[in-house]
Each structure stands twice: as C-alpha cells, then as structure tokens.
C-alpha cells in the first residue's frame, strides 16, 4: 500500500526544498538581475503554462513599485525596443515558443534576463542575465518540447505536480526581488496601494 502523506507534510516538504533553493542562489547572479530590473526602460514578462502564471504576478508587482511592465501576449503589450528587458521564466530555458520570441527580442535590441533551472540551453545562450533557481528537475525524453508534452500527458513523477518545485521556486524568488526592490527604492506599503486596481 502506497505511503500517504498529509498536506501539511507536503507542506513542510515543499518548504524545506524552497529553502535549499534559496541557498543554493548566487549572489551576482540575483544582483545582475535587479540591476536589469533597475536600469530597464520597460520590462516584458513572459513564461508557458504555470511558469507564464508566475510571470504575471511578477509584472503586476512590478507596476505596483512604479516599473513600467507588461505580459507578452496581451492585447495592450506595445512593440518591444531597445534598452527594453525581457524577463523569462522557463524552467528548461528550450521551450520553443519561448525560445522563438527570445530570439525576437535579442533582433530588436532587447535584453534578456532568463530565470531557469538549465543553465545549458537555447535561450541561456541567448541571455544577458540568468538566475538558476533549482538544480534538479525531471527529465522527459525530449526537452524541447517539454511544456507541450508534460501538458498533454499530464508526466508526473515526484511529490509535486508535474514533477517539479521549479514554478513555486519562482514564485517565491520573484516576490523576494520585489520585497527586495522596495527596501533599495525605499517604496512602502502605501505607495503600492495607491497603485492597486480601484475599479474591480
């Protein structure tokens, strides 16, 4: 009979994974990534499936510190330019879909800030910047295609959905680059209402 676990062991498993995560981060690496958030004319977000979630979040807490952000793929995302940054999250970093934009960008004169668990892939190789958040991850046969292969099996292999932590990993580095933000840009928590949505 299979072992079972409460939510709260998956919990704490989960937690205990995040924090060697967080110790396993490089300092230069996450420094060169708030500097590109800093020096930024307009930063883009983007990611596939959980990883594009993330990214939202990510570029709504942007514009709450003042950031001018936008989602790739929205309606209102205007034309990337130079002195623009592109920040990536893909936990391969050889998603095609993403890949292809990537390349896009780096024609028009974009900058790249790849945050990923594969620092050995195409868009790696194409990054200005690129933070490694997680060292391990499941591998599947054939990895540039992984997305659209673990969303059309629904792959599974280890204690968390899809065989990875790389999307919760993510999330919670991202929310500490903005926690981080706010204490360099000396931003407080009324600041940041003043920009929240008034008009749901």
Do not use: W
């Amino acid at each position: 009979m299979a072992t079972r676990h409460s939510v709260q062991d998956m919990m704490r498993l989960m937690a205990s994974k995040i924090r060697d995560t967080a110790a396993s981060l490089s300092d230069s690496e996450t420094e060169a990534f708030l500097s590109a958030i800093q020096s930024a004319e307009r930063i883009y977000v983007m990611g596939a499936g959980r990883s594009g979630l993330v990214a939202k979040a990510f570029a709504m807490r942007l514009m709450h510190l003042g950031f001018i952000s936008f989602v790739v793929g929205e309606t209102i995302t205007p034309a990337m330019q130079q002195k623009d940054l592109l920040v990536i999250f893909s936990g391969s970093g050889r998603t095609k879909t993403i890949a292809d934009i990537a390349d896009t960008a780096k024609e028009i004169g974009g900058r790249i800030a790849l945050i990923t668990s594969n620092r050995d892939s195409k868009i790696s190789r194409m990054a200005d910047v690129i933070v490694i958040i997680e060292n391990q991850r499941d591998q599947v046969r054939d990895e540039t295609a992984e997305f659209e292969i673990r969303q059309m099996t629904g792959e599974h292999k280890s204690f968390a959905p899809l065989g990875t932590l790389f999307e919760t990993a993510a999330m919670v580095f991202a929310d500490a680059c903005i926690s981080r933000l706010m204490e360099v840009s000396m931003i407080d928590e009324k600041e940041l209402k003043n920009r929240h949505a008034n008009i749901e």
